[in-house]
């Protein structure tokens, strides 16, 4: 998992005879019921036929130089002239996305800095959606064989989790959306998130991660449906630590799906 939770840990005093102890789901299907409840509120379209799908990407490398260089980026010199007209493609399924040139890049022998420059800006890019992705398969909610509890807090619940691998505690307000959380999985994650309601759902509109070796980075998110699936449309990234802002739009989408089979579980003779 490649998403970060930020979470403000705020000390909080309280007389001893007035504080409550925690609250539990009280049984296993108790906590199963609520986190199938909560589930149900995302829109996982991994989880609901996508198989995958591929988009062009609307990049102006023009506007991205300006941006994060100031005027000193002249949009006519041999950097800038080099890089727009390189054209991108994503593909993009529950395990992440790639991108592909088209149709190839272009000769940067006489100017490593823009190879630099390129090979950045795309990364971010496969970033932008990277950490979407998680989100969309429903990966960032305990999946089994993790297990999991939940906690009856004041603004709504912690939901704790410890599976192979991976150990965390989401927050979630009265309403069960997720708000902020810590994972730590072969490093320690942290995220706050922000979710609007979409055609079949919840969809992440915005959210911050925190890695020790990343640093902070945000991230924005606009929607398109496309044969019934909510993608994004608009990406917007910034990272503090190398101070850079990315935004790019996602066209001509092509989408791969599937029919999904719901099967219950056997009854017992």
Same mark, same amino acid.
């Given at each position: 998992?490649?998403?970060?939770?930020?979470?403000?840990? %705020?000390?909080?005093?309280?007389?001893?005879?007035l504080?409550? +102890?925690?609250?539990?789901?009280?049984?296993?299907?108790? +906590?199963?019921? $609520? $986190?199938?409840?909560?589930?149900?509120?995302?829109?996982?379209?991994?989880?609901?036929?996508?198989?995958?799908?591929?988009?062009?990407?609307?990049? =102006?490398?023009?506007?991205?130089?300006?941006?994060?260089?100031?005027? +000193? +980026?002249?949009t006519?010199?041999?950097?800038?002239?080099?890089l727009?007209?390189?054209?991108?493609?994503?593909?993009?399924?529950?395990?992440?996305?790639? !991108?592909?040139?088209?149709p190839?890049?272009?000769?940067?022998?006489?100017?490593?800095?823009?190879?630099?420059?390129?090979?950045?800006?795309?990364?971010?890019?496969?970033?932008?959606?990277?950490?979407?992705?998680?989100?969309?398969? #429903?990966?960032? %909610?305990?999946?089994?064989?993790?297990?999991?509890?939940?906690?009856?807090?004041? &603004?709504?619940?912690?939901?704790?989790?410890?599976?192979? #691998?991976?150990?965390?505690? %989401? !927050?979630?307000?009265?309403?069960?959306? $997720?708000?902020s959380?810590?994972? =730590?999985?072969?490093?320690?994650i942290?995220i706050? &998130?922000?979710? @609007?309601?979409?055609?079949?759902?919840? @969809?992440?509109?915005?959210?911050?991660?925190?890695? =020790? *070796?990343?640093?902070?980075?945000?991230?924005?998110y606009?929607?398109? @449906? !496309?044969?019934?699936?909510s993608?994004?449309?608009? @990406? #917007?990234?910034?990272?503090?630590?190398?101070?850079?802002?990315?935004?790019?739009? $996602?066209?001509?989408?092509?989408?791969?799906?599937?029919?999904?089979? *719901?099967?219950?579980? %056997?009854?017992?003779?």
């Amino acid at each position: 998992m490649h998403r970060y939770f930020f979470i403000a840990i %705020l000390g909080v005093s309280c007389v001893t005879s007035l504080c409550q +102890a925690p609250k539990f789901a009280k049984s296993p299907s108790d +906590a199963e019921g $609520l $986190l199938a409840k909560t589930k149900a509120l995302y829109d996982t379209p991994f989880r609901s036929g996508l198989i995958n799908f591929s988009c062009a990407i609307d990049f =102006d490398f023009a506007q991205y130089l300006k941006s994060n260089f100031g005027e +000193a +980026a002249r949009t006519d010199s041999p950097v800038a002239q080099i890089l727009k007209p390189i054209r991108y493609r994503i593909f993009v399924d529950h395990s992440g996305a790639s !991108i592909s040139v088209q149709p190839k890049l272009p000769d940067f022998s006489q100017l490593p800095l823009a190879a630099r420059l390129e090979e950045s800006s795309r990364s971010l890019m496969q970033i932008g959606v990277n950490n979407w992705v998680p989100y969309a398969y #429903g990966e960032v %909610l305990p999946i089994s064989p993790t297990n999991y509890q939940f906690e009856k807090t004041a &603004t709504g619940y912690n939901l704790s989790m410890d599976g192979q #691998g991976i150990t965390g505690k %989401l !927050i979630l307000d009265h309403d069960l959306h $997720l708000v902020s959380g810590i994972i =730590d999985t072969s490093q320690h994650i942290e995220i706050t &998130t922000k979710f @609007v309601n979409g055609p079949k759902g919840l @969809v992440l509109a915005a959210s911050s991660t925190d890695t =020790d *070796h990343a640093g902070v980075a945000s991230f924005t998110y606009t929607y398109q @449906v !496309i044969d019934g699936f909510s993608l994004p449309k608009e @990406v #917007g990234l910034t990272s503090e630590q190398n101070k850079m802002t990315l935004n790019y739009a $996602l066209t001509d989408c092509k989408v791969q799906h599937g029919v999904v089979v *719901h099967v219950a579980p %056997l009854s017992k003779p």
